[in-house]
């Protein structure tokens, strides 16, 4: 029978594609869910002019309401966040253990990802898989690593960066997400590994800026440490790996330099500005974003393959970066519901999806991937 797949947040600025991508891509039935009913028939109105086949209903849900979630989730197969509702992973998480139903999220949060930790001996011993970190970022940057990895003998240096230019204006991003970015702050981690090494950049990771050029229309863009749990696995995965990060690239100049860092501070004096800086935050991406967009991900890695030296460039690009968002998570969700990659316990997108293929399903969804391979020093061969 077919699986049902309940979208938290569906009709939201990532869920909105997420629907859409899962009715295109796989044969299951999408639940659309979240605080107003009338915008999830909206969406569920559109998605069936387009697909047909009854494939997609809306429900009332409120991830603060306990009760509510339960109702909703009995009978699905697997719940998506996809909405700005870090703040009660805990009650989605045990509602999803309470129903036995897997669990994926694209939310970005210390606070989640603590929470999910403790209950991962819970869903491991249930039998379920729980997938996190999903999306662009997290998401996708340790599952490039991962590519080059197979790419290579021994695979040395291997950093992601992005260049993230939205025109938000386009966007009707709400108050209670505008507030989880500002919260995101708080535990902002600009760790990046040197030589072997974990470090930590100086000054909100303006210390590690790394510059990385992208070509036309964006250039040279410079992108600072951010540190990302899918990354930390990387060395004990690729033991030959010296240097790795994810480097985030600025939204604009004036968002960049004055906005973020009184966000930074802010957040840290006192938890209940979080919501009054979001809108600050939001504010400056309405007033100062400007063209060119697009949102763009870029691997360089350098390695060994048969005694040779060659190096890797991986340049993914979308115009828009929701779709970009919606597009790795549905590829990730191709794997899990046809059961190749699915396992009991906790995961994270970029470290249990099968890269390759993960890669392929991406650039058929949209997403335009250049790759460039040069020999970088032939193996000498004396004679
Ligand atoms: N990993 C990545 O690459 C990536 C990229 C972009 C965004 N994200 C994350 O994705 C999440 C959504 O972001 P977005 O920009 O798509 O936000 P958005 O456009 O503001 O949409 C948020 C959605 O969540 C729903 N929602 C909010 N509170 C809810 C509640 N209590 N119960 C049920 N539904 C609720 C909203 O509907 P109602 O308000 O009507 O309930 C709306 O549908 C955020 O956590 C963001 O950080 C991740």
Same mark, same amino acid.
């Given at each position: &029978?077919?699986?049902?797949?309940?979208?938290?947040?569906?009709?939201?600025?990532?869920?909105?594609?997420?629907?859409?991508?899962?009715?295109?891509?796989?044969?299951?039935?999408?639940?659309?869910?979240?605080?107003?009913?009338?915008?999830?028939?909206?969406?569920?109105? =559109?998605?069936?002019?387009?697909?047909?086949?009854?494939?997609?209903?809306?429900?009332? %849900?409120?991830?603060?309401?306990?009760?509510?979630?339960?109702?909703?989730?009995?009978? %699905?197969?697997?719940?998506?966040?996809?909405?700005?509702? !870090?703040?009660?992973?805990?009650?989605?998480?045990?509602?999803?253990?309470?129903?036995?139903?897997?669990?994926?999220?694209?939310?970005?949060?210390? =606070?989640?990802?603590?929470?999910?930790?403790?209950?991962?001996?819970?869903?491991? #011993?249930?039998?379920?898989?729980?997938?996190?970190?999903?999306?662009?970022?997290?998401?996708?940057?340790?599952?490039?690593?991962?590519?080059?990895?197979?790419?290579?003998?021994?695979?040395?240096?291997?950093?992601?960066?992005?260049?993230?230019?939205?025109?938000? @204006?386009?966007?009707?991003? +709400?108050?209670?997400? #505008?507030?989880? &970015?500002?919260?995101?702050? $708080? +535990?902002?981690?600009?760790?990046?590994?040197?030589?072997?090494?974990? /470090?930590?950049? *100086?000054?909100?990771?303006? +210390?590690?800026?790394?510059?990385?050029?992208?070509?036309?229309?964006?250039?040279?863009?410079?992108?600072?440490? &951010?540190?990302?749990?899918?990354?930390?696995?990387?060395?004990?995965?690729?033991?030959?790996?010296?240097?790795?990060?994810?480097?985030?690239?600025?939204?604009?100049?004036?968002?960049?330099?004055?906005?973020? *860092?009184?966000?930074?501070?802010?957040?840290?004096?006192? %938890?209940?500005?979080? @919501? *009054?800086?979001? @809108?600050?935050?939001?504010?400056?991406? /309405?007033?100062?974003?400007? *063209?060119?967009?697009?949102?763009?991900? @870029?691997?360089?890695?350098?390695?060994?393959?048969?005694?040779?030296?060659?190096?890797?460039?991986?340049?993914?690009?979308? =115009?828009?970066?929701?779709?970009?968002?919606?597009?790795?998570?549905?590829?990730?969700?191709?794997?899990?519901?046809? +059961?190749?990659?699915?396992?009991?316990?906790? /995961?994270?997108?970029?470290?249990? !999806?099968?890269?390759?293929?993960?890669? #392929?399903?991406?650039?058929? &969804?949209?997403?335009?991937?250049? =790759?460039?391979?040069? $020999?970088?020093?032939?193996?000498?061969?004396?004679?």
């Amino acid at each position: &029978m077919n699986k049902t797949i309940l979208v938290l947040g569906g009709y939201g600025s990532t869920g909105r594609p997420l629907c859409d991508l899962l009715l295109q891509e796989t044969d299951v039935t999408v639940v659309v869910a979240g605080r107003n009913v009338a915008n999830g028939k909206a969406l569920v109105a =559109e998605l069936e002019g387009k697909f047909g086949g009854g494939r997609a209903t809306a429900v009332t %849900v409120d991830a603060a309401s306990h009760s509510s979630l339960e109702a909703a989730f009995a009978g %699905v197969d697997m719940v998506v966040v996809a909405s700005s509702t !870090v703040q009660y992973t805990e009650q989605v998480a045990r509602a999803c253990l309470a129903a036995g139903v897997d669990y994926f999220d694209v939310n970005f949060s210390e =606070e989640k990802t603590a929470v999910l930790r403790q209950l991962a001996p819970e869903i491991e #011993a249930a039998g379920l898989c729980f997938v996190t970190d999903g999306g662009f970022h997290p998401g996708v940057p340790a599952a490039l690593v991962r590519y080059a990895g197979s790419r290579f003998d021994q695979l040395q240096q291997a950093n992601v960066a992005s260049v993230i230019k939205i025109d938000w @204006r386009h966007y009707d991003v +709400g108050v209670d997400t #505008a507030e989880e &970015m500002a919260g995101e702050f $708080m +535990g902002m981690d600009s760790s990046y590994y040197r030589n072997g090494r974990w /470090h930590k950049s *100086p000054m909100m990771g303006m +210390g590690g800026l790394l510059t990385l050029d992208y070509g036309e229309p964006f250039g040279k863009q410079y992108a600072v440490p &951010m540190g990302l749990a899918e990354m930390r696995r990387l060395p004990e995965l690729i033991p030959s790996l010296q240097d790795t990060g994810f480097f985030v690239g600025g939204f604009n100049w004036f968002t960049d330099w004055l906005i973020m *860092p009184i966000v930074a501070v802010g957040v840290k004096i006192h %938890v209940g500005w979080k @919501r *009054p800086l979001g @809108r600050l935050l939001l504010w400056s991406l /309405h007033t100062f974003s400007r *063209p060119p967009y697009g949102t763009v991900l @870029r691997l360089e890695a350098r390695g060994k393959r048969a005694g040779s030296a060659y190096s890797l460039d991986l340049q993914l690009t979308h =115009e828009d970066g929701y779709v970009f968002t919606a597009i790795p998570a549905v590829a990730c969700l191709l794997q899990l519901v046809d +059961g190749t990659v699915r396992q009991p316990g906790l /995961h994270w997108q970029a470290l249990i !999806v099968e890269p390759t293929r993960f890669l #392929a399903d991406m650039a058929r &969804m949209g997403i335009d991937i250049q =790759e460039n391979e040069t $020999m970088v020093e032939a193996v000498m061969n004396p004679i």
